[in-house]
């Protein structure tokens, strides 16, 4: 089973969409340390949106504040060489982020109850 994770920090490059001979793609996004964060050692880290997830990034652009939720992939690869080792930050969603870290995500509105046609008429109830 898989841990969800979430990182916070300033988008600093949204790189294009690669697609390969099998067919996959995937794209790939920086970022960097968060705003309240001021570091000597600046600690940019890559997450990779695969197939479908990759339009996921279209409207993000260097310099917004942003929210990866994400898995960490694993996979072993036997070459003619021994054995290696490869991880994958692999982004599921991306939140843009105000300045105070709140969502500029639409909170949806309420829906509305869904009452059969054949309920009658509301006068007809008994309460």
């Not at 991880?87 to 500029?104: F, P, R």
Request: proline share 8%; charged share 25%; net charge negative.
């Amino acid at each position: 089973m898989s841990q969800f994770f979430d990182y916070t920090g300033v988008v600093e490059e949204v790189l294009p969409v690669q697609t390969f001979a099998s067919g996959f793609t995937k794209r790939d996004v920086i970022i960097g340390n968060d705003v309240d964060s001021q570091s000597k050692y600046p600690n940019p880290v890559k997450f990779t949106f695969k197939k479908d997830n990759c339009s996921l990034l279209d409207g993000v652009s260097k310099g917004q504040r942003a929210k990866i939720h994400f898995v960490i992939d694993g996979r072993r690869w036997d070459g003619p060489k021994g054995t290696s080792y490869f991880v994958d930050l692999t982004g599921l969603k991306i939140e843009v982020l105000n300045a105070d870290g709140s969502s500029t995500e639409p909170v949806p509105a309420p829906a509305e109850p869904d009452f059969p046609a054949s309920a009658g008429d509301l006068d007809d109830m008994p309460f």
